[in-house]
Every structure is written in structure tokens, then in C-alpha cells.
């Protein structure tokens, strides 16, 4: 492509902002067309799985994805501040302005096994790895870095997502609040998801409408005598 000729800036800046909002418009349609029924088969799945109490847990088959609902034990220990099951997240910085850039990372996920009172008994998480979704939260202004936690409480409600092993769950996620609180939040992922396929083909169009005027310009200073 002759960058010299009149024209060529324009062109080449319609050919870059053409392709990135092609890009845009393709990914914004998938995500449109299949995320949202791919949530809401997961919601589906989710809400088929059973949801035992301590007693009937002990007859479940080990191997089987449940949903169990109790609230951690009052004399669970206490790990840090109040929580006794915790993650920490501390706000990225630009490494050459140390401007806020409002992303946040994980730098440590305490997640210890846990004794859950469910129904008439105790249910055991056994592992010490699992997501943890809560509502109590903690913001360390002390520090240079913005530092946020966020964990579980001692005594609170919660649902466990895990799996029956041999002397209890091997939770994948520890959440606060009910199994209906918990599915109620994966079905109002369907519209998230639909709206942000929306929002990425909107900005494809737009870019793609950038592009159209930038090679109308174009024409105009080619035709343009010199």
C-alpha cells in the first residue's frame, strides 16, 4: 500500500479501526447468541441438583453434585479479623504513573476445611480449596495499596456447591446466603451476558461506522487536486 499517496493516513487508519470493530461485532455475536443459553442450561443444571441435609447426606452416594444449604459452625476458628474463610484483593496500579486503574487482584484465598450446621447434624468441607462468594467485606485503608477482603463468618448462612466424598463435601464454591439466593444470581447472569453480546456489536457497528467516514475522507483527498 503506497502510504505516501493523498489519502493513505485515513485509509489505513479505516482498515485498522474496520478490522478491530469486525473483530468487535463477531465477538459481540457469540457472546449474544450462544452465552446466554449456555447459563441458562448451567442455571438448569444447578437447580436439578439435589439438596441434602446432614442426615439424608450420609446416604447420598459418594461422587454426587449437590447443593447444600447450613450456616458455618459457631465455634469455626477465626482466621482473620471476623473471617474464618477469606480472600484478599489488592487494586492494580500503573507501573510507570501508579495510577488507579480500578483492577483488582487476588493475592491470597485463605479457605480452610469448614463444619457446617445443616439440618439436624454437622456437614464437613473437607478440602481447603474452594471459590468463596460472600457479602461480608473489609476495606484495609492502612495500607499504601488499596487492600479489600472480602470472606465468611462464623454462624453465617451459607450454601456449599461440592461433591460427596468419603466423610462429608469437597466444596467447589462457599457462598453466602440460600440455594435459592445462589441460583437466583446464575439466572440473572443470562441477561448480563445478553447485554454485554449487545454492547460488543454496538461498538463493532460504531467502529465500523469510523471506518466508513475515514475512507470517504480518504476518496476526498485522493480526488483532491494536488
Given at each position: 500500500?503506497?502510504t ?16 478491530i ?21 448451567e442455571?438448569?443444571?444447578?437447580e ?7 442426615v ?10 449437590v447443593?447444600?444449604e ?9 482466621r ?24 483488582w487482584?487476588?493475592?491470597?484465598s485463605?479457605t ?13 468441607v473437607?478440602n481447603?480449596?474452594?471459590a ?12 499504601i ?21 468419603a ?15 445462589y ?11 445478553w447485554?454485554?453480546g449487545v ?5 463493532g ?17 485522493a480526488?483532491?487536486p494536488?
Amino acid at each position: 500500500m503506497d502510504t505516501s499517496s493523498p489519502g493513505a493516513g485515513p485509509r489505513i487508519a479505516g482498515y485498522i479501526v474496520g478490522l478491530i470493530g469486525l473483530l468487535f461485532g463477531i465477538a459481540g455475536y457469540v457472546v449474544w447468541h450462544f452465552a446466554p443459553a449456555m447459563v441458562a442450561a448451567e442455571h438448569a443444571r444447578l437447580e436439578a441438583l439435589p439438596s441434602p441435609d446432614a442426615v439424608s447426606l450420609t446416604d447420598t452416594p459418594a461422587g454426587r453434585e449437590v447443593i447444600v444449604e447450613g450456616r458455618i459452625a459457631p465455634d469455626q476458628p477465626v482466621r482473620f479479623r471476623n473471617f474464618v474463610a477469606y480472600k484478599k484483593e489488592e487494586e492494580q496500579r500503573d507501573k510507570k504513573e501508579r495510577e488507579r486503574t480500578g483492577n483488582w487482584k487476588v493475592v491470597e484465598s485463605v479457605t480452610p476445611p469448614l463444619r457446617l450446621i445443616a439440618g439436624e447434624g454437622i456437614v464437613r468441607v473437607v478440602n481447603a480449596s474452594y471459590a468463596v462468594s460472600s457479602v461480608t467485606q473489609w476495606t484495609d485503608q492502612a495500607q499504601i495499596i488499596d487492600t479489600h477482603y472480602s470472606g465468611l463468618v462464623a454462624g453465617e448462612g451459607v450454601f456449599v456447591l461440592g461433591t460427596t466424598v468419603a466423610g462429608g463435601l469437597e466444596a467447589a464454591r462457599v457462598g453466602s446466603g440460600t440455594r435459592a439466593s445462589y441460583l437466583a444470581e446464575v439466572a440473572g447472569n443470562i441477561g448480563v451476558v445478553w447485554w454485554l453480546g449487545v454492547g460488543f456489536m454496538a461498538l463493532g457497528t460504531l467502529m465500523a461506522g469510523i471506518a466508513l467516514v475515514l475512507f470517504v475522507t480518504a476518496a476526498r483527498m485522493a480526488r483532491a487536486p494536488s
